[in-house]
């Protein structure tokens, strides 16, 4: 009986879905597009371009989708903008996602920008690897506590007595105060390395670090309710994603109108590092595709949580994501 419970449900799901993608494409056709609002995870940048290029080509548009960005910041809580209805999807990261279903909250997750989190340690020029920094000094912020300092301290003996506050300065480091500091990969080591200083590298991505990075989220309600926005807007943001990595041009014009600041060199290094580093297209997505999920993974990450004392044994992670609406065709960077 339960059996015949789930199946009903999944084809009455489907049915929904394909009712939902045929409303899509009428309303494409007399010009009605869904309109869809979503928040990123920082002010925009070129890790945020894939969605830019996907506004900036048409790609949205031609999924029947009005999509309008809002960039984020230190002062701008996604989560908690997609729990209110002010966005319908939100750039976030899966342990504050499994954290979020712990307290109840119905936030999940549908898609992953990035397969490798960018955030790297930057050590200075003779520090070789992390296990040669364990003892040493090293900058983060506050919310390593929550993420990647349980790991440091799990993987490689690091100690809470090595470390001091990362305020966003990287003088500290460029003055020899510090041995190491966190930063990402896109972004921190272009100007240490532009102010003469060849510091060393580690992706901790690269060295067993979990999570995802830059995954797509939105709420339960979403999912029942527009089930055929979710997929389109999934479909779109990865073909906007190969599009910017054949050509940025149209994307990087969004990015640099929401963002000034950012300088054309900044953005052209950060597409370099995300493709020699496969950030995208590392990973499951060289055989699943961009953007992919799995059950694995997701498991991986929810593990290393409960070691490190992140979150409760008891705690239901499967509700943190679904695999459900990732394209049934899989999408390359070609």
């Keep these: 009986m339960k059996n015949q419970i789930k199946c009903r449900t999944r084809r009455m799901r489907n049915t929904l879905l394909l009712a939902g993608l045929m409303a899509l494409g009428n309303a ?7 309109k869809v609002t979503f928040g990123l995870d920082w002010f925009a940048k070129a890790e945020h371009g894939g969605f830019f290029q996907a506004v900036a080509t048409g790609i949205y548009e ?96 690091f100690t809470d007595d090595m470390k001091a506050p990362f305020t966003g300065s990287l003088q500290p480091f460029l ?12 972004n921190e080591p272009y100007t240490i390395g532009r102010a003469g200083v060849d510091a ?37 943001s990865l073909e906007g994603w190969r599009s910017y990595f054949k050509n940025p041009k149209p994307g990087n014009e969004l990015i640099q109108k929401s963002n ?22 590392g990973g499951a997505a060289q055989d699943g595709g961009i953007g992919t999920m799995t059950h694995e993974r997701w498991e991986e ?18 509700k943190a994501y679904s695999l459900e609406f990732l394209p049934e065709s899989p999408i390359f960077l070609e």
């Excluded at 494409?28 to 869904?34: F, G, N, Q, T, Y």
């Excluded at 000034?260 to 297209?281: C, G, H, Q, R, V």
């Design 28 to 34: 494409h056709a007399s010009e009605e597009l869904a």
């Design 62 to 157: 031609k999924h029947g989708l009005d999509v309008t960005i809002e960039a984020g910041g230190p002062q701008v809580n996604g989560m908690q903008l997609l729990l209110a209805g002010k966005l319908d999807f939100v750039m976030g990261y899966p342990i504050h996602n499994i954290n979020a279903v712990e307290q109840g909250l119905p936030v999940v997750s549908v898609a992953a920008t990035f397969q490798k989190d960018p955030q790297v340690i930057i050590m200075q020029p003779g520090i070789k690897s992390l296990s040669e920094l364990k003892g040493g000094s090293i900058l983060v912020a506050n919310y390593a506590d929550t993420t990647f300092w349980p790991w440091l301290k799990k993987e490689y003996g």
């Design 175 to 186: 003055s020899e105060r510090a041995d190491a500091q966190q930063g990402y990969l896109t």
């Design 200 to 236: 060393n590298v580690i992706l901790m991505a690269d060295e067993g670090y979990p999570p995802y990075a830059g995954v797509i989220e939105t709420t339960r309600e979403m999912l029942n309710e527009k089930p055929e926005v979710v997929q389109q807007f999934i479909k779109a």
């Design 260 to 281: 000034p600041e950012l300088t054309p060199e900044l953005i052209a290094y950060s597409i370099s590092k995300m493709k020699e580093y496969n950030l995208i297209d």
């Design 301 to 318: 990450t929810f593990d290393f949580m409960v070691d490190t004392g992140l979150v409760n044994t008891g705690v239901d992670y499967r």
